[in-house]
C-alpha cells in the first residue's frame, strides 16, 4: 500500500500565500509523478499541477504564475506554494502520486484551503 499525508491547509486572506506539503511512504518501487489536484463545492476535481520524476511540471492556466509545484525526492515529498490567493482557489486539495508498482495510482485524504476575500 501507499499512504499520502498531506498538510499545509487553512484560511488565508485574499493574497495571501500557503504551502502545502504531501509525503508518500509505504511499498513504492518508483515514483512517476506527483501532482496536486483541486474540488471545488459542486464542482469536478481539476488539475492544478503535477510534477514528474524528471522535474518536469505541468500548470492549470488558472494557477500559473501563481502556484509553483516542487518536490524532494529523497524524502517522496512534494510542495504546492500558493501566491496570490484568490477566493476562487478555495477548494478541497488532494495530492496523487503515480508510482511504478501497484496499487500505481493513490490520492490522499484532502486538505481544505480557504481563502477569505
Known amino acids: 500500500q501507499v499512504q499520502l499525508v498531506e498538510s499545509g491547509g487553512g484560511l488565508v486572506q485574499a493574497g495571501g500565500s500557503l504551502r502545502l506539503s504531501c509525503a508518500a511512504s509505504g511499498r513504492i518501487f518508483r515514483i512517476n509523478a506527483m501532482g496536486w489536484y483541486r474540488q471545488a463545492p459542486g464542482k469536478e476535481r481539476e488539475l492544478v499541477a503535477e510534477?514528474?520524476?524528471?522535474?518536469?511540471?505541468n500548470y492549470a492556466d488558472h494557477v500559473k504564475g501563481r502556484f509553483t509545484i516542487s518536490r524532494d525526492s529523497a524524502k517522496n515529498t512534494v510542495y504546492l506554494q500558493m501566491n496570490s490567493l484568490k477566493s476562487e482557489d478555495t477548494a478541497i486539495y488532494y495530492c496523487?502520486?503515480?508510482?511504478?508498482?501497484?496499487?500505481?495510482?493513490?490520492w490522499g485524504q484532502g486538505t481544505q484551503v480557504t481563502v477569505s476575500s
Open positions: 496523487k502520486v503515480v508510482v511504478s508498482n501497484y496499487p500505481y495510482v493513490a
Open positions: 510534477i514528474t520524476s524528471d522535474g518536469s511540471t
